[in-house]
Structure formats: structure tokens, C-alpha cells
């Protein structure tokens, strides 16, 4: 470990004072709120699409009505003055809520890493989501940045398979618990190599040998089992067309082995990453398979990442497939950043259309929680978000996050240590609470 990262976190107890101050908790989220947005620019992000100069009524935290001119005594009203409203948008796949310091192995737990380095261990029962934590620090830093949600990922470089555990979706509400289906996570290509053997052909051989077990053609007892009992039963449910499996890989070859090996066995697949997916996107659409593609990326990092271009996320769309967008550096930290990734999509090729429903409706669907979450329209959560100009354009800022439509407070550590120090300084330095509060 670095010494950085032994380092005591500075100020720690007052980080996390004021995260918990911070924190907009379970018991908040659950008192609903009613609410009239007024002459807002709804960006529905469904069957609706933009509707302009228009209204949205939420009662008992639900989107009651959308129209012009409604009416609702006793209900507090905003005025939008003809700002865009969106759903609450995607975070990515990452890991907020699972760590606070990247470098800080103490507070990381997005990765399993059992026995020695070179012999594999494969838990597919390992739960991400029962180690989240609501009051993170950087919780509130996403949210009032206008992310709403995100998906909670299973780290498999850091463990020690291929087969990273599963994860699942929570709401930066301050709900405790994740929402949805699990996803389970698996790591191919070179990324994955050093844990089979060094070779990536070795990974198709493992995933295969993984599905005899699940589905009870070699004994659990036999000297070349790799699945417990329980991860066993944990495997079987994303066979035959059950949950969603999130799959990183990046070279247009061994997305192509991907497809044949899911169609093989009845996955349903998503792709992280997917830098050269653009090469098979006829093939991927027509699997409907969904990308969550990081579009910053656009040089060969690796032999994998040859074909990496800023027009992948266009050229995907253009042939039907369905795009979202996830980040891979500190993606826990810049989950607040993932808007602007989507801006940079569309100023690459990608309809802005589609870009909002990649934040919004795309990531809502793959991970089943799109009766909930991810469009506009009545019955659905009221998880709004009012901006100052377009939501794409990295000069924008939120001005209200609603959950369930109850506002929450636009404050994180970050607002607040702004606040202090841009204030005059007192009779004591402006780091002192004392001096200035």
C-alpha cells in the first residue's frame, strides 16, 4: 500500500459529521412530497419525448398528471420558467457507496480476493450491495449534480476471478437498500487473462465448465469444481434467459465469442466498455444487447482497444443498438461527470435524444426498474431534476433535485467547503467552525 494511502483521512471526524448531516436519509426519502412544476421543458426520455411550456403534478412522491395548465390547490408550486426538467439521471456502473479513497484499501468493497494470487476462487454469490453504504460522503456530492441512480458493480481485477459477484441498483436517496434484480459481473479479455492462465481462450473454457457445474453435470465434490453449493444456485439464475450479466470487454473478437457463448446458454448480456463493439454492432442490436460505453475513449490503451473511437457511441445507436455510458477512472468520485461524457457522445454523432435516454430510460431498462425509474410519465417515481440550460452541456448545473418529490437539500461536503472558505475569515482562521459559524 502507499503511504498515501495509510495516511489518516484529514479532518475525518468532521467529514463524516457532515456527511451524516449531509445524508438525505431512508426515513426523509419515504415522507413524500406534492409538488406542481410549472412551464417547465420536460425531457420525458420516453414515448412522449420533449414537451415544452408544460406542467407536472406529483402527489404522494408520484407523477400524478402532465399537461398545460394544471391545477392543484394546496399543492407548492414551482415555476420552472421554461427550464429543462429530466428524470433523475444514471450514475454509471461504479462503485459510490463502496468506497470513499480510491487509494485507501480500507475503504473499498467492490472486490472479493480469496486465497492465493494464483489460484482462482469463484464466488458468484458475493453481494456488492450489502456492503453500501447511504451516508458516503460522495452520495450527496452526485446528487446534486442531478444523478439519481446507479448501479453498483462488482470489481473482478481487484478480486481474484473473472466472475466479479453481483451487484444491483440504488437510488442516492439515502434508501439503504439496492432496488431491482441483482446483475452479475464478469471481466473477459486482457483485463481478465492473468487470472486464467494468461490466456483469454482459457475464459470461454472456465465459463463453460462454470454453467456444467450450475446446472448439476459435474459433482460439487469433484477435484476440478470452481463453484460452492451456493454459488452454484447463484450462477444458475442468470442462465436461460434470467438476470442481466454485465460483461467488460473491449476487442470486437471477443465480443463475438461473448454473443456466440450467451446465445449458447441463454445469458442475457450487457456490455461494459465495449470499445471496438462498434465493429459489431449489426450483431449486437440484433442479440439486443445493450453498451455502456465510456465515449471519452478514443486511443488504443491496449492491443484490446485498437479500434477505439469518440463516434462509437453513434455508430452503435445508428445500427439500433441500445447505448448507456459508465466511466472506469474513479468512477465512484465522477459519477457527477457522466452528463458530460454523454455531451460528448452527441457532439461525436449520437442524436441528443439518445443521449439523455442513456443517463436516463436505457440503464432503467437493462437492470429492470424502468416501472420506476428513468422516464417522465404518470405512475412513475417523481425523481426529477430542474436545470439552469441543457442537461448535456458541462456549463449546466442543477437547481432542484426531487426524490419521490420531496427536494432535497443542495448541499454536499464539497458546497460546504466552498462556503467556508470563500467567507471572510473571522476572529479565527476560516478552517475553524467556531470562528465563522
Not at 457445474?213 to 451456493?230: C, W
Not at 465495449?274 to 440484433?286: D, H, I, K, N, T
Not at 443498438?321 to 457532439?347: C, E, I, M, T, W
Request: proline fraction near 5%.
Amino acid at each position: 500500500m502507499s503511504r498515501l494511502a495509510k495516511r489518516p483521512f484529514p479532518n475525518l471526524a468532521c467529514a463524516l459529521a457532515l456527511a451524516a448531516g449531509l445524508s438525505f436519509g431512508a426515513s426523509g426519502a419515504a415522507s413524500a412530497q406534492n409538488v406542481l412544476i410549472r412551464n417547465a421543458t420536460v425531457h420525458t426520455a420516453g414515448a412522449q419525448g420533449t414537451l415544452r411550456g408544460t406542467d407536472v403534478l406529483v402527489r404522494d412522491g408520484t407523477i400524478a398528471a402532465i399537461g398545460k395548465q394544471l391545477s392543484a390547490a394546496g399543492v407548492e408550486t414551482i415555476d420552472a420558467q421554461g427550464r429543462p426538467l429530466t428524470p433523475a439521471l444514471f450514475g454509471g456502473i461504479n462503485s459510490i457507496g463502496l468506497q470513499e479513497i480510491s487509494l485507501g484499501d480500507d475503504t473499498r468493497d467492490q472486490a472479493l480476493a480469496l486465497g492465493d494470487a494464483k489460484d482462482m476462487v469463484v464466488r458468484p454469490e458475493f453481494d456488492v450491495t450489502l456492503a453500501y453504504n447511504p451516508a458516503s460522503i460522495l452520495v450527496p456530492v452526485a446528487r446534486v449534480e442531478g444523478i439519481g441512480f446507479s448501479m453498483l458493480g462488482a470489481d473482478s481485477v481487484r478480486g481474484g476471478s473473472i466472475i466479479g459477484g453481483q451487484g444491483g441498483i440504488v437510488r442516492l436517496d439515502g434508501s439503504p437498500d439496492p432496488i431491482g434484480p441483482r446483475a452479475l459481473f464478469i471481466q473477459l479479455g486482457s483485463d481478465g487473462a492473468g487470472l486464467t492462465g494468461n490466456s483469454r481462450a482459457a475464459q470461454w473454457m472456465i465459463l463453460d465448465q462454470l454453467v456444467d457445474e450450475a446446472r448439476g453435470r459435474i459433482p460439487v465434490d469433484a477435484s476440478i469444481a470452481l463453484l460452492t453449493p451456493a454459488g452454484r444456485q447463484s450462477f444458475a439464475r442468470y442462465l436461460d434467459g434470467g438476470g442481466r450479466v454485465v460483461v467488460a470487454v473491449h476487442r470486437a473478437a471477443d465480443i463475438r465469442q461473448l454473443l456466440r457463448w450467451s446465445q449458447r446458454h441463454g445469458v442475457r448480456i450487457a456490455i461494459l466498455g465495449g470499445s471496438e463493439a462498434w465493429m459489431m454492432a449489426p450483431q449486437l442490436a440484433a442479440a439486443k444487447v445493450p453498451v455502456f460505453v465510456d465515449a471519452l475513449a478514443n486511443l488504443p490503451a491496449d492491443f484490446d482497444r485498437i479500434g477505439s473511437t469518440l463516434e462509437n457511441a453513434a455508430r452503435l445507436r445508428a445500427a439500433g443498438v441500445p447505448v448507456s455510458f459508465s466511466q472506469f477512472d474513479d468512477a465512484a468520485h465522477y459519477a457527477r461527470k457522466l452528463r458530460q461524457a454523454a455531451g460528448n457522445a452527441v457532439a461525436n454523432g449520437l442524436p441528443w435524444e439518445d443521449g439523455l435516454a442513456g443517463l436516463t430510460r436505457v440503464p432503467a431498462e437493462t437492470f429492470g426498474v424502468a416501472d420506476r425509474l428513468g422516464t417522465i410519465a404518470v405512475g412513475k417515481r417523481a425523481d426529477l431534476v430542474l436545470w439552469t440550460g441543457d442537461p448535456l452541456e458541462v456549463s449546466t448545473v442543477a437547481t432542484q433535485v426531487w426524490f419521490d418529490g420531496r427536494a432535497i437539500p443542495m448541499r454536499s461536503r464539497q458546497t460546504e467547503l466552498r462556503d467556508r472558505y470563500l467567507r471572510a475569515a473571522g476572529d479565527l482562521p476560516r478552517a475553524y467552525p467556531a470562528g465563522n459559524d
